[in-house]
């Protein structure tokens, strides 16, 4: 199911990027562009959708692995979360700040660890104005890592998580 989901969904990403910055030349008609545009970001709102029914779906059906301790890289996690929102985030004119020390190691499964990231992410960015600034903080406390994740924005500093 994933693959026939991402590829034609890549497709009309892939192609509304090349019209939107006009690779090919101009569009003829300016409003064209902003069309274009407006398919990305859709399309980007539904590969999110569907990246996140099938990760719902693969740590459900996952069977004994959810039971078995692992030990993960937490800057990796942070890191490919931040990778699937770079280019909404570049669209919305938000930018990244990483604080604390992401390199800690996490007894975890990773795949949940990452989703959850990527959807604490989408929530708190849901909403952005241009120049906000997405902040990911990292402290360790003995054994535990907290994780937060909050936008400063021109209207205050708002928490999530």
């Not at 026939?4 to 009309?12: D, S």
């Not at 985030?89 to 604390?100: F, K, Q, T």
């Not at 800690?104 to 499964?109: G, P």
Request: aromatic share 4%.
């Amino acid at each position: 199911m994933s693959h026939e989901l991402r590829t034609p969904l890549n497709a009309v990403l892939g192609f509304s990027e090349i019209m939107a910055n006009e690779v090919c030349g101009p569009l003829g008609s300016s409003c064209y562009a902003g069309y274009a545009r407006d398919i990305h970001a859709s399309g980007r709102t539904l590969l999110k959708i569907s990246e996140d029914a099938l990760a719902i779906t693969s740590l459900l059906t996952a069977g004994d692995r959810r039971h078995q301790p692992q030990t993960s890289c937490l800057a990796g996690m942070i890191s490919d979360a931040l990778a699937f929102h770079a280019p909404d985030l570049d669209r919305r004119g938000v930018r990244i700040e990483l604080r604390g020390n992401a390199s800690h190691t996490i007894l975890a499964e990773p795949q949940t660890v990452r989703q959850l990231i990527v959807n604490l992410i989408a929530d708190r960015v849901a909403d952005a104005d241009a120049g906000s600034l997405l902040i990911l903080d990292t402290r360790a406390y003995g054994e535990s890592v907290d994780v937060s994740i909050a936008l400063q924005s021109p209207c205050g500093l708002r928490r999530c998580w």
